[in-house]
């Protein structure tokens, strides 16, 4: 793959693919449940709260009690359809089946076997969704928007990124020119923003890295122009030293 094929393609499989091995558990298990928000719209609310437990365990802020119990809540949600579809054979025979299969390919190990499932299952539920036989222009819809999670979750793999932080520079160490130069206060703000999933204030995030003499164009405008943000941002986690 190549950068431009990376920046166009509408094919997150091949996406998942060439990034795969070099992703975290973290950015996996926040990955998939990134593709999962795609299906918010036919999330119950219990499902929408336990897919906010799953991002927050990720990223250290549920207690292993909290996951594990929404583990054992998308797990109950797929074994009752499995047996009362006729066709139980099948991996995602009803919309309702796709979604409760792609929540628990969120909790599945080994994560990329998980990411894997939930890339198949959300596609399968917006065909589901789009009627009888999955008309193409919604698949295509969906692996459009699952697209732009990966932009979202990995951001470029060929545009690398070294990172000057606080420790860095109390250390007494200078940031080269072509390090990205985070100082206390914008690690501050972007440690608040995650807490608090504050995605509004990504744009004053924005002003205080320029403030600290930040010159990269594309993280700027990805905090000041992006219309919608996940947890495990690339860019959010750049700032934060986040893997």
């Known amino acids: 793959m190549t950068e431009s094929v990376w920046l ?24 998939a449940c990134g593709s999962c928000r795609l299906l918010d719209r036919w999330l119950t609310d219990t499902q929408r709260a336990e897919l906010a437990v799953v991002e927050r365990y990720a990223d250290g802020m549920a207690s292993d009690d909290d996951y594990q119990q929404a583990k054992e809540t998308f797990l109950r949600g797929v074994n009752p359809l499995l047996i009362a579809t ?24 080994p994560l990329d076997v998980g990411m894997r499932r939930v890339l198949e299952l959300v596609e399968a539920a917006g065909a589901r969704a789009g009627g009888p036989g999955g008309p193409r222009e919604v ?53 608040g ?10 744009p004053i995030l924005a002003d205080a890295l320029e403030d600290d003499g930040c010159n990269d164009a594309d993280l700027l405008a990805h905090f000041r122009h992006q219309p919608a943000h996940l947890r495990g941002c690339w860019a959010l986690d750049l700032v934060l030293g986040k893997s």
Do not use: Y
């Open 139 to 191: 698949r295509r819809e969906i692996s459009r928007r699952m697209c732009l999670v990966f932009h979202e979750v990995v951001g470029n793999p060929f545009h690398e990124r070294v990172v000057a932080g606080p420790e860095w520079l109390a250390a007494g160490r200078r940031a080269a020119p072509w390090m990205l130069r985070v100082g206390e206060t914008p690690r501050a703000i972007a440690l």
């Open 8 to 31: 166009s393609t509408e094919s997150p499989t091949w996406m998942f693919q060439h990034v795969k091995s070099r992703l975290s558990g973290r950015k996996l298990q926040l990955l």
């Open 193 to 202: 923003v995650q807490a608090d999933r504050a995605f509004d204030r990504l």
């Open 86 to 109: 006729p066709t139980g054979n099948s991996l995602a025979p009803t919309l309702e089946a796709a979604v409760a299969g792609a929540l628990v390919g969120t909790v599945s190990l």
